[in-house]
């Protein structure tokens, strides 16, 4: 396997670790408008990721400067291409996190409130249009034999990005449901309990038309496999779900989206950005990475250092393991 192989590979397991953790991030924050009753509901919501949410965005970091020193000519093409979807998320996520930090700064009703509506539609909007970007990089877009984009945002909004923004919208929810059960006790545990249930259903319904699309007309006897493992811990998600088993139904929906990035990955390669005007055109590992004295440094670093970000990351969800509910909650210092 070449290293640019290696790094297509080590980019993939960055964007799976990021949709993973931020995919119950942005969840979370979804629910404090679907399943919080109160303003004390809600700040039990947003203290079950007060202490990770920052650490879960590292992984995007990540992801994008691994883009761009491994595959220059994918993170200039995708960049210049997406510009508007990406700024979009980029805003949502600097208002967001300034969002978590200043909701509790002021005691006025209209303050606080505001900052709960900029929490939700920041939390939603990345995750719709999350799902809508990789749908156009698997599908492919209109890439000219300067390998630059020659479309227009609108052409973005196709069936298929759609349904897939859809389908990130609807399983991060879900996602973030049954973390929310995992991590609270009380009425509000019971509650994201049979929410969770309403929205893998939902979820379901959506994926399954979206991975059997992805399938049909990109995929292999590989991606098939991983959709296969897509649809069962789905189901086993539900389930698990259902039987109050919070713990194994957080770890198969994650399993579900582990496997369903993992199929979008294995349609891609060996292309990074397919052309829809000639595949000639399309972005590949090959033509679109770096020297291979560069990937090699690159590799040198991410074994050093990949080892201590995860044990950091560990450590953190570790110490911040315990359920907490409204009981938890003091009282405003205001």
């Not at 990789?134 to 196709?158: A, M, T």
């Not at 929410?195 to 038309?209: C, F, I």
């Not at 891609?268 to 005007?277: K, R, Y």
Request: neutral net charge; charged residues 15%; glycine residues 8%.
């Amino acid at each position: 396997m070449e290293l640019h192989d290696v790094w297509f590979v080590l980019i993939a397991v960055l964007w799976i670790g990021y949709f993973f953790l931020e995919g119950f991030d942005f969840g979370v924050g979804i629910l404090t408008k679907l399943l919080a009753r109160d303003r004390t509901e809600k700040r039990v919501l947003i203290n079950t990721i007060g202490p990770v949410w920052d650490g879960n965005e590292v992984w995007l970091l990540t992801a994008g400067g691994a883009t761009f020193a491994a595959f220059p000519e994918w993170y200039a093409t995708l960049f210049s291409g997406f510009y508007l979807p990406l700024l979009i998320i980029l805003v949502c996520l600097i208002v967001r996190g300034v969002a978590f930090e200043y909701r509790a700064k002021r005691p006025e009703e209209n303050w606080q409130r505001n900052w709960e509506h900029a929490l939700f539609w920041t939390s939603l909007i990345p995750a719709f249009l999350w799902g809508v970007a990789f749908g156009n990089i698997v599908r492919g877009v209109k890439i000219d034999k300067n390998f630059e984009y020659v479309g227009n945002f609108w052409d973005l909004l196709n069936p298929y990005a759609l349904l897939g923004g859809l389908v990130t919208l609807t399983l991060f929810t879900f996602h973030g449901a049954v973390f929310a059960a995992l991590k609270t006790v009380g009425d509000i545990r019971t509650r994201a309990r049979a929410l969770a249930l309403k929205l893998g259903l939902v979820t379901a319904v959506a994926a399954l038309g979206f991975l059997i699309w992805t399938q049909a007309n990109h995929g292999d006897g590989w991606s098939l496999a991983a959709m296969l493992v897509a649809v069962l811990a789905l189901v086993a998600a539900i389930g698990a779900n259902q039987i109050g088993r919070e713990g194994w139904a957080f770890a198969f929906s994650g399993v579900t989206i582990i496997a369903a990035v993992a199929m979008l990955f294995l349609t891609l390669f060996p292309n990074v950005m397919p052309s829809t005007l000639n595949p000639a055109w399309s972005l590949t590992v090959t033509n679109a990475s770096s020297s291979p004295y560069t990937l090699k440094i690159m590799t040198w670093c991410a074994g050093i250092a990949t080892p201590l970000v995860l044990l950091y990351q560990s450590w953190t969800y570790w110490v911040f393991r315990k359920r907490i509910g409204t009981q938890h909650i003091a009282e405003p210092a205001h």
